[in-house]
């Protein structure tokens, strides 16, 4: 069964540093999406993108971040500049979008990032 | 505003128990519910979901309806196993589709 993938699983950086999380969603899906969750806090929306922009993003997804698909399977998430309040686990989400829009996304599993 | 609201975790249960995790929800109109369920390790999935009001969503036996009147959406499983033992996640759709979750509710269940 066709899943979201997601890399790497853990991420450890310097505070300061640049990072690019990782995602392959699902080959035939249109719409993408990033959510966070911060240790013992809600799962927060951050973007969706479709159709190579991005069509809403959260207040939390500001200048610092920024979402790329540069090619046919990948879709990242970039933090510029990580702060020790980006430490989170990330999550990516597609869905599919054809047809009348269903309204099931897929989640990958996850990277954990620890900002230190 | 718009948000989801779940009942406190962690729940433990002896397997055989009977399940209620609470979840309610406020928006303006009706939007689509879910539950999604995190076994440890792996990604968000998808349990059940219900796209209007009074749908019920079933699915690997547990069970929730979408009820408008008291704006909830609460999660039932008649009989826990040990393989339920997960993070279970209630959601609501806005805007484009992204979702609104709740903060999530730990179950154990035990043999």
């Known amino acids: 069964e066709p899943e979201v993938t997601q890399t790497p699983s853990h991420q450890v950086t310097q505070m300061g540093q640049e990072v690019i999380l990782r995602c392959v969603p699902i080959?035939?899906?249109?719409?993408f999406y990033w959510y966070r969750q911060i240790l013992g806090q809600k799962v927060e929306f951050l973007v969706s993108?479709?159709?190579?922009?991005?069509?809403?993003k959260s207040e939390i997804f500001d200048d610092q971040f920024s979402v790329e698909r540069p090619d046919g399977s990948n879709f990242t998430l970039k933090i510029r500049s990580t702060k020790l309040e980006d430490s989170a686990m990330y999550f990516c989400?597609?869905?599919?979008?054809?047809?009348?829009?269903?309204?099931?996304?897929?989640f990958g599993p996850g990277t954990r990032l620890t900002v230190l | 505003g718009n948000s989801v609201t779940q009942m406190e975790g962690p729940v433990t249960l002896s397997e055989e128990a009977f399940l209620t995790i609470n979840c309610t929800y406020t928006?303006?109109?009706?939007?689509?519910l879910f539950w999604y369920v995190q076994y440890p390790g792996e990604g968000l999935q998808l349990l059940l979901k219900?796209?209007?009001?009074?749908d019920k969503g079933s699915n690997k036996g547990f069970e929730a309806t979408y009820r408008k009147e008291t704006t909830s959406f609460h999660l039932e499983k008649g009989s826990v196993q040990v393989s339920d033992s997960a993070v279970y996640f209630c959601?609501?759709?806005?805007?484009?589709?992204?979702?609104?979750f709740g903060k999530g509710t730990k179950l154990s269940v035990k043999p």
């Open positions: 989400a597609s869905l599919i979008g054809r047809g009348g829009m269903t309204d099931t996304q897929y």
């Open positions: 080959s035939n899906h249109l719409y």
């Open positions: 993108f479709y159709n190579n922009e991005i069509s809403e």
């Open positions: 928006a303006t109109g009706y939007p689509s």
């Open positions: 219900a796209t209007k009001a009074d």
């Open positions: 959601a609501r759709k806005q805007g484009q589709g992204n979702l609104i």
